[in-house]
Every structure is written in C-alpha cells, then in structure tokens.
C-alpha cells in the first residue's frame, strides 16, 4: 500500500511594494505584457517575469476572466446561510463540490457557513438549494438572500495596498 501524503499548510508569505504593485496591474489588465509592468515597476522584463512566476507558483495570485454573471444567462445570484450539526469544515467540502456553488465561507455568528449560488433562474435556484445545498450531511438549516442587484464587486484589493 502506497503511503498517504498529508499536505502542510502554507506559510504566508508577506508581498512587498513591488509584488503588491504587479498584482494591482494585472488585477487592472491581466494580459499587461511583462515590458509594459516592467516599465511601471521600474525593474527589467525578466525580474518582473520571475516575480510573476513566482507569485502564481506560490498560489499567491491567479490570472483569470471574470465574467459578469448577468451577461451569461446566470441572472439568479444568492447568498445562503447555512447552520450546521456537527464539524461545518465537512459541510464546507461537500459545497465546495456543488457546481452551482461559487463560493463557500467558514464564517462565526450566526451562520456558520456562506455559500454563493450563481443560477440560469429561480427554477434553477429551487433546484440547487433544495436538491443539493440541503442534501448535504451536517446540514441543519439554510437561509437564503436573493440578490436584488449588485451594487459592487471588486477584485482589486491590492490597489488599496499597494
């Protein structure tokens, strides 16, 4: 039998100016060439390449499209509230695995898990909650929140600490 390989948990690593600046560009444009970020950084092409190498190697920062929901037939978005029996880090695993499930918060107060739906319609949000979010073992209680509209969402915190 082949040994099982328990996976550390990671250190955080602290950003400095230049790492915070980086992401804050690419967080404005994440096709910026490394000549146009190395140009706002003031370090060469190939510095500001291993700095970004290495923050996406590190798992400190992703690259991807971000696509507003309302513009790709996903118009029913919904924050549920969720109380659970028992350890909510098992609950959380088995959301996580809901594919109509975007986000998923271990939180304190009155909940003890967040999870973000994103749905084509109310039907489809019906669906989710009551064949999947409910189903899930440790699951006592769900509040949801419908989304009326989204007066903010930003992915650009690193702006505000650059």
Not at 23 to 28: N, R, T
Not at 36 to 58: F, N
Not at 93 to 100: N, R, S, V, Y
Not at 136 to 155: R, W
Request: charge should be negative; proline fraction near 4%; glycine fraction near 6%.
């Amino acid at each position: 039998m082949g040994e099982e390989t328990v996976e550390e948990p990671r250190t955080p690593r602290a950003l400095d100016a230049t790492d915070r600046t980086l992401i804050a560009l690419l967080q404005d444009d994440g096709r910026a060439s490394f000549t146009r970020l190395a140009k706002s950084v003031g370090l060469s092409e190939g510095a500001v390449r291993q700095r970004v190498q290495r923050l996406l190697r590190d798992e400190m920062m992703r690259i991807v499209a971000v696509t507003a929901p309302e513009h790709v037939d996903l118009t029913r978005r919904a924050m549920v509230g969720i109380t659970v029996e028992g350890d909510p880090r098992e609950a959380a695993e088995h959301l996580a695995k809901i594919p109509d499930v975007h986000q998923v918060v271990l939180c304190s107060g009155r909940f003890d898990l967040l999870a973000e739906l994103l749905c084509r319609d109310d039907e489809h949000l019906l669906a989710v909650l009551g064949d999947e979010v409910r189903a899930v073992p440790g699951i006592v209680s769900t509040e949801m929140f419908v989304y009326l509209k989204l007066a903010k969402q930003d992915y650009a915190w690193g702006k505000l600490t650059a």
